[in-house]
């Protein structure tokens, strides 16, 4: 009878064993923060994009985990500081850190590294369609939503604003896109700002509740000299028929969302990052999440890029012979 309890001990505690040595295969695994942006923003797709594609969730030594954030310039800080491995910045962010230019922040970021280009991001200004606001200067005066505070949506709208001398005469409200668009449709915005690619969902839901129009941002920065001033922004146009009720293009300009890591992120978990996400099948899991990914490719991966790279990041690229 002792034997039979014996045994019967023994097979329960190998099989404590067993399951422990399992389970402890799982948390050996390093955790690898991704960090997003806010709800309702492109930044936070991209994150969850990456941290649900089954390739990167099978890596047996990295357990990769997306983490919100307020966007661009958190992301910056962040991933520069080792609080975030992996982010999605700005180019402009990541070039006007690297060299103390950030607004009201001298600071130097040279431990945030480029990885890839993932797509265009453009200004966008949603008003009504029966507004009589025309032009980013008629905005004096009005109540606008200028994306979170610490966002890269905030910091460019900040700056563009600035350029154009009506950041300090407008009622400004910082918020999220989807809290915008939503007081927006309850007439507590006279507009709002994104920084974001376009269909967003934001401006989406705020047509769904009134007829919308949108400011031709690229003539205020041709006019105003805004090019010249700060050249990585580049001019691009939405086309007639992206938002309900804007049925004719409506020139912008854009920055480059760029994929980057810290500059201690393991040189291995980049190139394998890049090499399962830059593939067929990992390219169109990307666009299954949001269409604005389309622009993901081999071809453009060191498009908009004028900072260093990671060094797992360069060994890939070179690989894929688009960096020598």
Not at 6 to 26: E, K, P, R, Y
Not at 59 to 79: C, H, P, W
Not at 237 to 258: C, H, N, R, W
Request: aromatic fraction near 12%; charged fraction near 20%.
């Amino acid at each position: 009878m002792k034997s039979k309890r014996f045994a019967m001990v023994g097979v329960i505690c190998l099989s404590l064993c067993l399951s422990l040595a399992f389970s402890g295969d799982v948390f050996a695994r390093e955790l690898i923060v991704f960090g997003g942006g806010p709800a309702g923003g492109t930044f936070q797709v991209v994150a969850n994009a990456i941290q649900t594609y089954k390739p990167v969730k099978n890596f047996e030594d990295y357990n990769i985990k997306a983490q919100s954030s307020a966007g661009s310039v958190e992301n910056l800080r962040k991933t520069n500081a080792g609080k975030m491995h992996f982010s999605t910045v700005y180019s402009g962010h990541v070039y006007l850190g690297r060299h103390g230019r950030m607004k009201n922040d001298p600071n130097k970021y040279t431990d945030v590294m480029a990885v890839a280009y993932l797509y265009g991001a453009p200004a966008q200004l949603v008003v009504r369609a029966d507004s009589k606001i025309k032009s980013t200067k008629d905005l004096v005066g009005k109540k606008v939503g200028v994306g979170n505070a610490g966002s890269g949506a905030f910091a460019n709208c900040e700056l563009f604003f600035n350029h154009m001398g009506v950041w300090d005469k407008i009622e400004r409200n910082a918020m999220g896109y989807n809290d915008a668009a939503a007081a927006f449709g309850n007439n507590q915005l006279d507009a709002f700002w994104l920084f974001t690619a376009f269909p967003s969902g934001a401006v989406i839901m705020a047509a769904q509740t009134n007829d919308i129009a949108m400011i031709d941002l690229a003539a205020d920065a041709e006019e105003s000299g805004f090019f010249k001033e700060y050249p990585y922004f580049s001019r691009l146009t939405i086309p007639e028929g992206t938002y309900k009720g804007v049925d004719q293009d409506i020139p912008s300009f854009q920055d480059s969302a760029l994929l980057v890591a810290n500059a201690d992120a393991p040189d291995d978990l980049v190139y394998k990052l890049l090499s399962v996400v830059f593939t067929e099948e990992g390219l169109k899991h990307m666009v299954s999440q949001k269409k604005t990914f389309k622009e993901m490719s081999i071809e453009n991966g060191t498009k908009g890029i004028v900072t260093p790279y990671h060094p797992g990041a360069i060994k890939f690229w070179k690989e894929k012979g688009v960096m020598k």
